[in-house]
């Protein structure tokens, strides 16, 4: 478990809503098929949200790439998790955020993540909450260039319409897009939708997630 002094600068600031996020996470990436041995990269890693489950789901011959632009908590998961998992590591973006990273030099919009076209298997975006529509959109494009071809991305969303507007907590106000755009940012990146699962903040339950759980597959060719 992280350091509270790190838990308390992300959206799961307490100990077991770290773990109860990490178990959604793990959830999602079964909703999209993810398999022991494959290639697995998470936009905005964190201190391991994600990275600290797949641990007991990704097989040796599996790969666990994890990209932030947090430093600390890229160091954190580098000194913690890479030792006693040498299939899993840790890199740091140089974008700039005004409270994680106020030294970091490129806009998030500017993104260019340090992996090959076409070499991912799964991709995974679900640290959204301090993007904008605009930082969100950029980072999926990039997920969908990595991937390769029939390959998973599984991100969250908050998409909203004329019956949902209302009721969307104003914290998530600056990420949240409506569906049009969430269909032209997926093709944009050659991302083919396969299932959106509403998410709690909607007021419905049984939901996956307290956002909206978008599934695509990327397009072949």
Known sequence: MPPRRLLARTSSPLPWEFAAA?????????????????????????????AIPLTGYLASGG????????PEGIAW???????RF???????????????????????TDVRLPVDDGTVDFVMVVAI????AQELQALVREAGRVLRSGGTYVGTWFVVDDSTRAVLPSAYARVACDESVMGVTLASA??????????SWRGVEGTVSVQDVVIARKADG
């Open 129 to 132: 909450n301090h993007l904008s």
């Open 63 to 70: 790969t666990y790439i994890g990209v932030d632009l947090w």
């Open 86 to 108: 040498p299939n899993f590591t840790f890199r740091y973006l140089d974008l700039h955020h005004d409270d994680l990273n106020p030294s970091g030099h490129d806009p998030i």
């Open 22 to 50: 990490g178990r959604v996470s793990l959830e999602c990436c079964r909703l999209g098929g993810l398999r022991p041995g494959d290639r697995f990269l998470d936009i905005g890693s964190g201190v391991g949200r994600v």
């Open 77 to 83: 998961c580098t000194k913690t998790i890479t030792p």
């Open 190 to 199: 050659h991302l083919d939708l396969r299932a959106l699962h509403p998410g």
